[in-house]
């Protein structure tokens, strides 16, 4: 019997995240095989008489594939996944597997050259700015495992972040937005870390269960050459397969000039993937409640209550800076005083203390008052 969540969660997706319409085709690409998912999803779209479409990938044969791919190979990959994407008029991505570090075996090079073909042109140039899309994990032992849990216990949680009442939240994130909007200056402060950047005239976007679920940011972007100083990421970063930990960067007029991580050289190698790998193209907070602690997942990670994430590479098109990458690596700061605290301020105005927001109009993302 499937479980009824999942139903729940189908609904969801379809019909608030993606808000399928009648004729209009839809990708479900799942990287495993959560089959009952994957029903539920098709079962959805039918209702909304639109036309579903399913690929499966799986991790292992992804490995398989990626260890000795050549530079033509990926190129004829990339053109027939974008012919395919270009057609669609939303996707949902179902990501799971039971091992997170399936790829970490994978040379480096092929990684990057994966980023450069499919990454870039079948998801950055087509399926981000020209789809309505979705994408998620599936609850399994692993993550399980990576959350510190039980399976039941993740799952209950899972399905918590994942069909909590998103529409409040959008309601609530207004203030935030606005709050942006008007802001020039923007200064961070914690252990190990005092960051300046501008985000004036970049505009300020809601993420409340249409695009990742589970969802809860608000994001924007820096100026591109007006972040300066230094940001110690107090959470593991994994990218590529391999975990980043005690990531600490230098910036100088929006560059990343010295990164240093448990693998100094490695992440140096990312950064130097081409000249917008060293810039910073996101800027956003997290605030969904029910996410309290990294579980090594950045669609989980970059939502934690009390964090922000500050992303090389790539910006978003709908929140443009002009930088411009083949990598996005959202990296998280969690700054709630179990993690060692930390403050924010917009024009010199203390926002955000500890994870909690102190000014009255934004009193509403705080975790009692988004709880369902």
């Not at 100083?229 to 010295?258: A, C, M, Q, R, W």
Request: proline share 5%; charged share 25%.
């Amino acid at each position: 019997m499937r479980d009824p969540r999942l139903q729940q969660l189908a609904q969801q997706i379809i019909h608030y995240s993606i808000d399928l319409q009648k004729g209009e085709k839809v990708l479900i690409e799942n990287t495993g095989l959560q089959q009952e998912l994957v029903s539920a999803l098709i079962e959805e779209a039918y209702k909304a008489e639109g036309h579903p479409f399913v690929n499966v990938k799986d991790p292992k044969v992804q490995r398989s594939l990626l260890k000795n791919a050549s530079e033509e190979q990926l190129h004829l990959q990339a053109e027939q996944e974008a012919s395919f994407m270009s057609q669609m008029d939303a996707y949902v991505a179902i990501r799971s597997g039971e091992n997170i570090s399936e790829l970490s075996d994978v040379p480096a090079e092929n990684m990057k050259l994966y980023n450069q073909t499919v990454g870039q042109k079948v998801h950055r140039e087509i399926r981000v700015p020209k789809t309505k899309w979705c994408v998620l994990r599936y609850p399994n032992a692993s993550m399980a495992q990576l959350a510190n849990m039980s399976t039941e216990q993740f799952e209950d949680f899972y399905f918590n972040v994942c069909t909590l009442d998103y529409k409040k939240m959008d309601q609530a994130m207004d203030s935030l937005v606005k709050r942006m909007e008007e802001t020039d200056r923007v200064r961070i402060t914690g252990p190990n870390t005092d960051l300046e950047f501008s985000i004036k005239g970049i505009p300020n976007v809601k993420c409340a269960g249409h695009l990742n679920l589970p969802d809860g940011e608000v994001y924007t972007a820096p100026v591109k050459d007006s972040v300066n100083g230094t940001l110690h990421y107090n959470t593991p970063s994994p990218y590529n397969g391999f975990t980043f930990e005690d990531v600490f960067l230098t910036f100088k007029d929006g560059k990343i000039v010295d990164a240093t991580a448990n693998d100094t050289e490695r992440i140096n190698e990312i950064f130097n993937t081409d000249e917008g790998a060293r810039y910073i193209g996101e800027f956003a907070i997290g605030v969904n409640p029910y996410i309290l602690h990294p579980m090594k997942d950045i669609l989980f990670d970059e939502k934690i209550d009390g964090s922000f994430h500050f992303t090389p590479g790539q910006c978003y098109d709908e929140a443009p800076n002009g930088n411009d990458s083949a990598i996005h690596w959202d990296m998280v700061m969690i700054q709630r005083a179990e993690y060692g605290g930390g403050e924010i301020y917009f024009d010199d105005v203390l926002i955000r203390k500890d994870g909690r927001f102190v000014v009255s109009d934004l009193e509403a993302l705080n975790p009692e008052n988004l709880k369902s």
